[in-house]
């Protein structure tokens, strides 16, 4: 059974930081484009951003450039993301995505391109 777990999620206030973690099991997803996906109240889920699978490409969504890093770590099957200088409005539910067809050199970007999901984790930013 292929799983995403999720974890690093909390409260923090603004201008701090967290960092995320998505643990893989079930299978490995060394070959396959990963990506963080956000999900606020009322909101459609949203693309955060998107690391290649070999880890040497990254692309981001406009809100977060500059101030989120993705990164993966192919011998722990892991796919991370650093968030600094948090803001009110990143508050979410976060999503670690996994692409089920290997290679690819694209930036995925859309949910329906994701065959992977974990159950996410909360991200709360106070004002």
């Known amino acids: 059974q292929v799983q995403l777990v999720e974890s690093g999620g909390g409260l923090v206030q603004t201008g701090g930081s967290l960092r995320l973690s998505c643990a893989a099991s079930g299978r490995t997803f060394s070959s396959n484009a990963m990506g963080w996906f956000r999900q606020a109240p009322g909101k459609e889920r949203e693309f955060v951003a998107c690391?290649?699978?070999?880890?040497?490409?990254?692309y981001y969504a406009d809100s977060v450039k500059g101030r989120f890093t993705i990164s993966r770590d192919h011998a722990k099957n892991t796919v991370n993301l650093q968030m600094n200088s948090l803001k009110p409005e990143d508050t979410a539910v976060y999503y670690c995505?996994?692409?089920?067809?290997?290679?690819?050199?694209?930036?995925?970007?859309?949910?329906?391109?994701?065959?992977?999901w974990g159950q996410g984790t909360q991200v709360t930013v106070s004002s």
């Open positions: 690391i290649s699978w070999s880890g040497g490409r990254t």
């Open positions: 995505a996994a692409r089920g067809q290997p290679g690819g050199s694209s930036f995925y970007t859309l949910v329906a391109l994701y065959d992977y």
